[in-house]
């Protein structure tokens, strides 16, 4: 069974920065697409950033666009999300998914259904 646990969240002030890892269990998901997604009280849950299996390829939301870095590390089966300049309207639970049927695709995929597993989701408070 596979498993993603987020972690690394937690309560800063606007402009700080933050480093969130996903850490993957029960299967080794190196061949596949990444993503860390979010979702705001009241709002439904919305694509942040996604890095291809090799992570030569990323993508990301135009509101975290040079502010947000994803990146991973196959030999750890961990991605991880570099957060800076953080802003008040980034406040949401923070979650990681990955792809788990399309091994060595080259996109980077950006919707909710083009990933299979999902983590439980982890904090993050920005106060202004």
């Known amino acids: 069974q596979v498993r993603l646990v987020e972690s690394g969240g937690g309560l800063v002030q606007a402009g700080a920065s933050l480093r969130l890892s996903c850490a993957a269990s029960?299967?080794?998901?190196?061949?596949?697409?990444m993503g860390w997604f979010r979702q705001a009280p009241g709002k439904e849950r919305e694509f942040v950033a996604a890095?291809?299996?090799?992570?030569?390829?990323?993508h990301y939301a135009d509101s975290v666009k040079g502010r947000f870095t994803i990146s991973r590390d196959n030999a750890k089966n961990t991605v991880y999300l570099q957060m800076n300049s953080l802003k008040p309207e980034d406040t949401a639970v923070y979650y990681c998914a990955a792809d788990g049927t399309r091994p060595f695709d080259l996109r980077v995929p950006r919707g909710y259904y083009d990933y299979d597993y999902w983590g439980q989701g982890t904090q993050v408070t920005v106060s202004s």
């Open positions: 890095i291809s299996w090799s992570g030569g390829s990323t």
């Open positions: 029960g299967r080794t998901l190196s061949s596949y697409a």
